[in-house]
């Protein structure tokens, strides 16, 4: 099972970014599929977007498209979450997650490793 920990959450005023970040540790995480969601309070927790093993194929949340950008670099263990035009609806404790589906169609994949999350905070 892969270790994950998040870093780059914090407070910004609506309409601006921050890249939040996911270390990987453990056995081979390019053989991973990796995603990120997020928990609003009160809220369950809802899948923002994923990425598959080669950095390929991004899949996104209707409600993030054109204002984040996932990314990976397998040889540095780490993942990117690139958040633009932030909106005080994106408010919530972001998680990334790992899968071990292996194809190329990412809305399929199951996730079962998760990381502690890091809190995004965006101000109106």
């Known amino acids: 099972q892969v270790q994950l920990i998040e870093s780059g959450g914090g407070l910004v005023q609506a309409g601006g970014s921050l890249r939040l970040s996911c270390a990987a540790s453990g056995p081979t995480f390019r053989s991973y599929t990796m995603g990120w969601f997020r928990q609003a309070p009160g809220k369950e927790r809802e899948f923002v977007v994923g990425?598959?093993?080669?950095?390929?194929?991004?899949y996104l949340a209707d409600s993030v498209k054109g204002r984040f950008t996932i990314s990976r670099d397998n040889a540095k263990n780490t993942m990117f979450l690139q958040m633009n035009s932030l909106k005080p609806e994106d408010t919530a404790v972001y998680y990334c997650?790992?899968?071990?589906?292996?194809?190329?169609?990412?809305?399929?994949?199951?996730?079962?490793?998760w990381g502690q999350g890091t809190q995004v905070t965006v101000s109106s």
């Open positions: 997650a790992a899968s071990t589906y292996i194809g190329d169609y990412v809305e399929r994949a199951v996730f079962g490793s």
């Open positions: 990425i598959s093993r080669s950095g390929g194929s991004p």
